[in-house]
């Protein structure tokens, strides 16, 4: 279905983040990947019992509630690998897996995205185990095909494969509480006047309208990035790719816009105070917040289960879920156009070179990722857009709120994004990624004109 097809509203009516980039080269250098007299770590064969240890499993997504379901169904095939999840916030996972990767007490599964502000494949890759043999002996010579997503971004210039794909995601659309917009007799916005129109009637009655969040992530970036896609399609991956200067006005137009957001109370006056997780999260899911600008991961929360332990944690006693919907961002200028959907394949399981559970530990990752039975059980947490070709959540077992609403649009969510001809991380140096998010909170904070925002930008980006 062509993108913009896709209604504005309430389709049928619906992780960071950040931009950075596929990098072959790793940041650690080759020193980092030599074992015992040189030898490069990830050529080394399977290590310990490939059925049956102890491995563990880092990562900043999904939530330990999904991966224990993961863990669970693994483990009816295979009861002799314990598989111990570890869940980091995204502002932290960085941090913590470069200093267990660069010693021996660093995971033996860990989760690499393709770029981003968290665990870019630029930076993380050369730590992996080459998993193509597997994959070979698991799905043929050709096994690329039976993913729906590109494993090109997992992909090392030798040709050797640091990750096995667990699903995609795809931004530029916000989850709206249809509930809480259908209580006060409120359409979801479609033009940016009938935003700040709907602002205001949340505020009246005591809540936000967007929830929204700046500190460490770059989900400002992709709202950002959302509104130079309603003045101008396609600007923003040009950009991303050298074919377009930072400096075209188009850029400074859409911080311009995005800091009216914040005048107009279509965000919070404290956002740069604020973390998307768990901030943003947590106001949406207490339904403190009407709307919060969430990619396709945020299916998750549409079945009940996931919904009252989110809301659960948010400090709702007693919660009842609340029906969720997406929907695309609206028309941010008169005479714009809904932007389009980006997304890509969102993350993959990497082997740690080092481990000494490398068998095992392969074990589970192919079993997950390539099994009938745990694509399905990828696909059935709705977290991810399915990696495996054929597979589809089995909706009657996921226990939505309302499936006859959600299903419908979750399904046409997934076949836009998939289709989607723009990358979410793919194109972006860490430090470019960090540039624009450094340029959204300059301006957002009040001291920094748009202009002077991109000034800076392009100086940094020259330096890249």
């Known amino acids: 279905m062509a993108d913009e097809l ?10 960071a983040v950040g931009l950075a980039g596929i990098g072959l080269a790793t940041a650690a250098g080759p020193a980092l990947l030599a074992g015992c007299g040189g030898t490069d770590v990830r050529s080394g064969g399977a290590a310990g019992s490939a059925t049956s240890g102890s491995i563990n499993w880092w990562s900043w997504t999904p939530d330990t509630g999904v991966a224990e379901k993961y863990i669970a169904t693994f483990n009816k095939t295979y009861p002799d690998i314990e598989v111990t999840y570890k869940n980091f916030e995204n502002s932290d996972y960085k941090a913590a897996l470069r200093a267990g990767l660069t010693s021996n007490s660093g995971p033996d599964i860990f989760s690499v995205a393709l770029g981003g502000l ?54 530029g659309c916000i989850w709206v509480n249809q509930s809480m917009f259908d209580d006060y007799g409120v359409e979801v916005p479609t033009t940016y006047d009938e935003w700040v129109d709907v602002a205001a009637i949340f505020r009246a009655h005591g809540k936000d309208c967007m929830a929204m969040g700046a500190v460490s992530d770059g989900f400002v970036v992709e709202t950002w990035r959302t509104i130079v896609g309603s003045i101008e399609p396609g600007a923003w991956i040009s950009a991303l790719k050298g074919e377009r200067p930072w400096s075209d006005p188009v850029f400074a137009e859409g911080l311009e816009i995005f800091s009216r957001m914040k005048d107009d109370g279509i965000i919070r006056d404290d956002v740069v105070g604020l973390t998307q997780y768990p901030d943003a999260n947590n106001a949406f899911m207490s339904q403190k917040a009407a709307m919060v600008q969430m990619g ?110 959600q299903v419908p649009a979750i399904q046409e969510l997934y076949e836009v994004a998939t289709e989607s001809s723009e990358s979410r991380d793919q194109y972006a140096k860490p430090a470019v990624s960090e540039a624009l998010r450094s340029a959204v909170i300059s301006v957002l904070e009040g001291g920094t004109s748009p202009t002077e925002a991109i000034t800076q930008l392009v100086k940094t980006v020259e330096l890249v």
């Open 118 to 171: 968290n665990s870019d494949f630029g930076t993380f890759g050369e730590f992996g185990l080459d998993l193509r043999p597997a994959l070979e002996e698991e799905l043929g010579t050709n096994w690329r095909k039976s993913f729906t997503f590109s494993h090109d971004g997992l992909t090392r210039e030798d040709g050797s494969v640091a990750a096995v794909g667990m699903g995609g995601v795809a931004a």
């Open 6 to 15: 896709w209604p504005t509203s309430v389709f049928s009516r619906r992780r």
């Open 296 to 405: 396709t991961w945020y299916a998750q929360y549409s079945g009940r289960e996931s919904a009252v332990s989110s809301m659960q944690a948010a400090g709702v006693r007693d919660p009842e879920p609340f029906l969720q919907m997406p929907t695309r961002f609206p028309i941010m200028v008169d005479g714009g156009s809904v932007s389009p959907i980006f997304g890509e394949l969102d993350y993959g399981l990497s082997i740690n070179a080092r481990s000494q559970s490398t068998a095992a530990a392969t074990t589970f990752a192919l079993w997950l990722t390539t099994s009938t039975t745990g694509a399905q059980t990828i696909a059935n947490a709705i977290d991810l857009i399915p990696a495996r070709v054929g597979t589809e959540p089995a909706w009657n077992d996921i226990g939505l709120v309302d499936a006859d609403q």
